[in-house]
């Protein structure tokens, strides 16, 4: 077997892993991202509402109006800006998440 031929198939699984690699780190921040949206912009929604006396919101509240599982919400909440936890003694049993423009002006 020549030599060379070896390291053109070894460039080539390097190369392709690479692209593979690549490729599920745009499909995964790609998700994240629309998820956070998702979020944010139902969460501004559902806490803004004149009707609604409601600032915070529960992690199963959120889960169950996005389609999407508590775990999954509670992971977007802690990590975007926009969204704060609410720190109330009252609170301590369950995660509650508003808008941090609304809440703490």
């Known amino acids: 077997m020549d030599p060379s031929r070896i390291y053109e198939g070894l460039i080539i699984a390097v190369v392709g892993a690479v692209a593979l690699i690549g490729i ?3 499909i995964k921040r790609y998700k994240e991202r629309r998820d956070t949206h ?3 912009a139902w969460l501004t ?9 409601k600032q915070w919101r529960s992690t199963r509240a959120i889960a169950s109006h ?9 992971a977007i909440c802690s990590a975007s800006k926009k ?3 609410s720190t109330s003694v ?3 049993d369950k995660a509650m998440w508003g808008i941090k423009r609304i809440v703490r002006p």
């Not at 929604?45 to 006396?53: C, G, R, V």
Request: proline share 0%.
């Open 38 to 40: 998702k979020i944010e």
């Open 45 to 53: 929604e559902a806490t803004t509402n004149k009707d609604s006396q």
């Open 83 to 85: 969204i704060v936890l």
């Open 24 to 26: 599920n780190y745009l």
């Open 66 to 74: 996005n389609n999407l599982t508590e775990e999954r919400v509670h």
């Open 90 to 92: 009252k609170n301590e």
